[in-house]
C-alpha cells in the first residue's frame, strides 16, 4: 500500500493501521530500492536487526498497561485510558531516536543537512488530520552539494534523488514506524488536532465503546451469510465501518456510509432520497416542526420575535436552554418510519440534472448537480435572491423520475436493515439512527419535529420563540409559568419518543427546582447564554458569537491548509473562507443589535481572523517568508473588510427578500452592511495590529503600515481597552 498522493504529498493517511497488535508493519523496510536511491541500504538493514525498538518505545513513550502489577492490583478506568494519550512531541523523539540509530551520517551529508531533515519529520508528525506536506518540501534548505554520494551527478539530479531517498525514508520508515505502535484518531473537543495512542490503550478504550454502543444502540450480531443474502435480496444498502472518535469522557462512535470497499456507497444509494426529503421540507416546513438546519436559520426567527417584544414593555424574558441525550442513539426507527410515510405528497418525483459553468479566477469550472426544482423556477428564485454571479450559466442536461415506492424501499433498508462492521463482526442497528447517514439531520429534524406538533404545539404559541437544532433546542418567552412548565415537562422526558434531555447541559436564566431532578443550572448574572455558536443577551436580547468552545484549543487545531503548491493563494482563500464562517447575519442586523454591539462582533471576527493569519502565515517556507513578500500580505489584511461587508450584505438581502418583495420602491439601504466602509477598514486594521504588535520581531514592515493606516482616525470605542478584553474572550492560543 502506497501512502502518498500524486506529486508525493503525505497526509494522515500515512499514520492510518487497521491492526490491534504492536509489532512492526509487514511494510516497515519493504520494497527496497536501488543502490542508486540509497546506497547504504545494507547498512541500514544491519541497524534495524540490531535497534531495540521496545525499549525505545516504552522509553519515549509509555502506556498506563505497560505497568503489569498495577492491572492486577486496581482496575484501569476508561477516563484514565482517555488521557493515557502519547504527544506528538515524545512520538517525535521516538522516531528520531530510531532514525539516528538507522540512519547512517553520511546519509544526509552533514550534521545541519540532517537536523533540516529531522525538523521536517517533527512537521509531518505534528500535522493536523487536514494538512498535508511535499517531499518537496522537506528537501528545502538541505544542501545536496554536501552529501558525498551525490557529488558525482549534476545538481538537477542531485535534487531529484534526494526527494527518492526522503520519500522511501517517509514511507517505507516512518509512515509504518507510526502504524506499527501507535492508533491514530481526530477528537470532536480538539477539532483538527491528531491524538496517538498506543496500539494496547486503543484496543481496551475500544473494547469500553464496543460494548458501550451495542447496549445503546441494541446491536444484533449477524452472520456475514446473512448480510450478503440481505444484500442480494436488495433490502440492505450495504455495510458501514464503525469508527471511534475520541471525545472529554470516551469515545463517539461514528459509522462512515460515505465509502464502500465494493460497489457504491450506502450514501450514495440515499441521494436522491435525501434530495426529495429536503424537498418536501422546503414545502411544508410545518411538518418538521421546530427544526432549524443551521445558524442562518434562527436569524429571521429571531428577528421577528425581538420586533414583538419592543412593541411591548416586557420586564423580563425567560430562556430555556435543553439538550437531548444521546438524540441519534435513541430514536425509535417504527416510529420514526410511520411518522416518514406520510411526509411525501407525491407517487413519482421528477429530477432534474444540471450543468453549470462557473468564471473563477479566469477559469471557467463545470458543475454538475440534480434537484427538484425546474429551471424557471430555479432562474426566479435566482431573480428574488438577487443572485448576479458574474460567469455562472445553468443548463438542462436530462432529468429521470423516482418512485415513492422505490424511496420507501431505500428507507426500510436503512432504518431496518442498517449494518454495521465492527472488528470482525457484522451487526444490526435495531434502535436509533447512525449519525455517518447523509440523512441523519434530516430524520431527526422529522422525528423530533413530530413531538413539537403533537406535544408542544399546545404550550408554544405565536408570541414565544422556539427552535430546535438537531439535539439542542432554545425556548424564549415573557411568561414565566410557561417557561417552567416546558421546563418541567423536557425533564420528565417523553416515553412515547423514548426522549429525555441531559440536565449537566440544561440553562435557564430563572430559579428552577424539580421535585426529582433537583436544581436547573442557572445562568451567571450578565453571562451569556450559549446555544449553537451565538451568545444571547437574555436582558437585552442582543446576539454575540459565542467562543465557549474555544476554551484550551490551539490556534493550528482550527486550521487547516496545503502548502504543496500556490502558498499565496491558498492562504488568501483560507483567511476568506475563516472570516467568512463567522459573518452571521444575525450579528449585523441594526433591528437585534445596536451598532456599538456590531462593532464589537466586527472586531470579533477580525480577531479571530489575525489569530488565524498569524498562526498561518508561521507556516509559510522560508521562500514565502513575511520579510521576501509584505506587500502581499498587507493586501490580504487590506480585502477583509470588504469581503466581510460584500458577504453580510448579500446574505441580508437573501433572507430578507419577503420585505423586500413588499417594498420593491423603498431603498434597500437597511439590508447593507450598517457601518460604512472607511470604519470597517480602521477596525479591521486596528485589530490586525494589536495581534501582530505581540511578534512585533515577525511583522515589522507591516506593523509599520498598519500604524500609518490608523494614525490620527476617531474611533467610537477605546480600543486600549476593548481589544485586549476580546483577544481574551476569543480564548485561542
Not at 414565544?464 to 415537562?489: E, G, H, S, W, Y
Not at 470588504?642 to 441580508?652: A, L
Amino acid at each position: 500500500m502506497v501512502f502518498k498522493t500524486d506529486g508525493n504529498v503525505y497526509t494522515r493517511v500515512l499514520f492510518l493501521s487497521t491492526s490491534k497488535l504492536e509489532k512492526l508493519s509487514t511494510d516497515y523496510f519493504s520494497e527496497h530500492p536501488n543502490n542508486d536511491v540509497l546506497p547504504f541500504m545494507d547498512e541500514m538493514l544491519k541497524k534495524h536487526r540490531k535497534c531495540p525498538y521496545w525499549s525505545l518505545v516504552l522509553s519515549y513513550c509509555p502506556s498506563c498497561l505497560d505497568k503489569k502489577k498495577r492491572l492486577i492490583k486496581k482496575k484501569i478506568l476508561q477516563h484514565e485510558l482517555t488521557s493515557d494519550f502519547t504527544s506528538a512531541n515524545k512520538v517525535y523523539l521516538f522516531v528520531r531516536s530510531i532514525l539516528i540509530k538507522i540512519l547512517p551520517v553520511q546519509s544526509m551529508g552533514t550534521r545541519r543537512n540532517f537536523n533540516i531533515f529531522l525538523s521536517y519529520i517533527k512537521d509531518l508528525l505534528s500535522m493536523n488530520s487536514r494538512d498535508s506536506i511535499s517531499v518537496q518540501q522537506m528537501v528545502q534548505g538541505i544542501k545536496t552539494t554536501k552529501i558525498i554520494w551525490m557529488k558525482s551527478l549534476e545538481l538537477k539530479q542531485q535534487q531529484i534523488k534526494l526527494e527518492k531517498a526522503i520519500n522511501y525514508i517517509v514511507v517505507r520508515i516512518v509512515g509504518p514506524l507510526i502504524r506499527s505502535f501507535f492508533y491514530v484518531t481526530e477528537s470532536e473537543m480538539y477539532k483538527n488536532r491528531l491524538f496517538f495512542f498506543r496500539k494496547k490503550t486503543w484496543k481496551c478504550l475500544i473494547q469500553f465503546a464496543t460494548s458501550k454502543y451495542k447496549n445503546l444502540c441494541h446491536l444484533k450480531k449477524v452472520s456475514a451469510e446473512w448480510v450478503q443474502a440481505k444484500r442480494i435480496s436488495g433490502h440492505c444498502l450495504g455495510v458501514s465501518q464503525a469508527r471511534f472518535l475520541l471525545k472529554k469522557s470516551g469515545l463517539r462512535t461514528i459509522v462512515n456510509m460515505s465509502k464502500a470497499k465494493q460497489g457504491i456507497s450506502i450514501n450514495h444509494h440515499l441521494r436522491t432520497l435525501l434530495q426529495v426529503l429536503t424537498f418536501e421540507k422546503q414545502n411544508s416546513p410545518e411538518t418538521f416542526g421546530l427544526t432549524v438546519m443551521s445558524v442562518e436559520d434562527i436569524y429571521i426567527q429571531w428577528k421577528t420575535f425581538v420586533s414583538q417584544i419592543k412593541e411591548v414593555n416586557v420586564q423580563k424574558i425567560y430562556f430555556v436552554k435543553v439538550d437531548i441525550e444521546k438524540c441519534f442513539d435513541t430514536i425509535n426507527v417504527c416510529l420514526l418510519y410511520s411518522i416518514l410515510k406520510n411526509l411525501f405528497t407525491k407517487t413519482n418525483y421528477d429530477i432534474y440534472k444540471y450543468k453549470k459553468l462557473i468564471k473563477r479566477n479566469g477559469l471557467v469550472k463545470t458543475v454538475y448537480f440534480e434537484t427538484l426544482t425546474k429551471l424557471p423556477e430555479m432562474n426566479k428564485q435566482k431573480e428574488s435572491e438577487n443572485n448576479k454571479q458574474s460567469g455562472s450559466n445553468v443548463e438542462n442536461i436530462g432529468s429521470y423520475f423516482v418512485s415513492k415506492n422505490v424511496l420507501m424501499e431505500k428507507l426500510r433498508s436503512l432504518l431496518f436493515c442498517n449494518v454495521v462492521k465492527i472488528g470482525k463482526h457484522h451487526y444490526v442497528q435495531t434502535l436509533g439512527i447512525a449519525q455517518g447517514s447523509s440523512l441523519s439531520s434530516i430524520l431527526c429534524g422529522a422525528y423530533y419535529g413530530h413531538l413539537d406538533r403533537t406535544v408542544l404545539a399546545d404550550i408554544i404559541d405565536n408570541n414565544d420563540f422556539c427552535v430546535r437544532m438537531v439535539d439542542d433546542i432554545l425556548f424564549v418567552t415573557q411568561n414565566k409559568l410557561k417557561a417552567k412548565a416546558i421546563l418541567k415537562l423536557f425533564l420528565e422526558g417523553f416515553p412515547q419518543f423514548n426522549c429525555k434531555i441531559n440536565l449537566m447541559k440544561t440553562c435557564v436564566n430563572f430559579d428552577y427546582i424539580h421535585p426529582v431532578f433537583g436544581k436547573a443550572p442557572v445562568l451567571p448574572e450578565n453571562g451569556l447564554l450559549s446555544f449553537c455558536g451565538l451568545g444571547f443577551n437574555t436582558k437585552t436580547l442582543e446576539v454575540f458569537n459565542d467562543f465557549s468552545n474555544y476554551k484550551s484549543i490551539q490556534t493550528k487545531d482550527t486550521i487547516s491548509w496545503s502548502m504543496t503548491k500556490n502558498v499565496g493563494l491558498s492562504l488568501k482563500k483560507k483567511m476568506f473562507f475563516y472570516i467568512r464562517l463567522k459573518c452571521l447575519s444575525i450579528l449585523f442586523d441594526r433591528d437585534i443589535n445596536r451598532i456599538d454591539t456590531i462593532t464589537y462582533n466586527l472586531m470579533t471576527v477580525f480577531a479571530v481572523s489575525a489569530v488565524k493569519f498569524h498562526c498561518l502565515v508561521k507556516q509559510l517556507p522560508k521562500k514565502n517568508s513575511i520579510s521576501s513578500n509584505p506587500a502581499f500580505l498587507l493586501d490580504i489584511v487590506d480585502s477583509l473588510p470588504r469581503q466581510v461587508m460584500i458577504f453580510i450584505s448579500g446574505k441580508m438581502r437573501k433572507f430578507n427578500r419577503n420585505d423586500l418583495t413588499k417594498e420593491r420602491n423603498v431603498t434597500t439601504k437597511r439590508y447593507l452592511f450598517p457601518l460604512p466602509l472607511k470604519s470597517v477598514k480602521n477596525i479591521c486594521k486596528a485589530t490586525f495590529l494589536h495581534k501582530l504588535k505581540q511578534h512585533g520581531h515577525l511583522y515589522s514592515p507591516i506593523i509599520q503600515h498598519l500604524e500609518q493606516c490608523i494614525h490620527g482616525q476617531k474611533f467610537a470605542c477605546d480600543l486600549r481597552v476593548l481589544l485586549p478584553k476580546i483577544f481574551k474572550e476569543i480564548q485561542l492560543k
